[in-house]
């Protein structure tokens, strides 16, 4: 999977990822504050999530991503 953890010792809670992610991967637990991986297996590894955790408690795997390729047309 591409994103393999968040740290809930660094989250905040601020609920970026959550509001960054495309494929709707990430949930808040009601009862912490914290954010969790709800859906692993539906990340398409946009990385957003990663890029706009402002504390870096998001890990992320390469081992789901492809190489870029171009599309054309």
Not at 22 to 51: G, H
């Amino acid at each position: 999977m591409a994103i393999e953890r968040i740290d809930t010792d660094l989250c905040t809670g601020c609920r970026k990822c959550m509001s960054c992610c495309p494929a709707d991967v990430i949930r808040m637990d009601n009862d912490n504050q914290k954010a969790f991986i709800k859906y692993q297996e539906d990340c398409s590894t946009c990385f957003f999530c990663m890029l706009e955790c402002s504390e870096n408690a998001i890990t992320m795997s390469v081992a789901k991503t492809s190489p870029y390729f171009t599309s054309w047309g």
